[in-house]
């Protein structure tokens, strides 16, 4: 899976992306982001997802591709 433009922290894990995050700035990296309202933010994505909040960007790429 591509992580886009995201680099690794100074601990070498990937940085999370905030909750307030919108899907208009994620699709610019992540195209699974395209059928979501560009104004819907990540934590209300993963709530309507049923992930937990501190779910990985991979968690919600996987379920907005089996959605």
Do not use: C
Not at 3 to 23: I, M, N, P, V
Not at 27 to 33: G, H, K, L, T, V
């Amino acid at each position: 899976m591509a992580l886009g433009e995201h680099s690794r922290t100074e601990k070498g894990t990937f940085r999370r992306e905030r909750g307030d995050s919108t899907a208009g700035t994620l699709r610019e990296d992540y195209p699974e982001f395209n059928n979501v309202r560009s104004d819907a933010q990540l934590r209300n994505i993963k709530k309507n997802l049923g992930l937990p909040p501190d779910a990985p960007i991979n968690a919600v790429r996987k379920a907005l591709r089996n959605k």
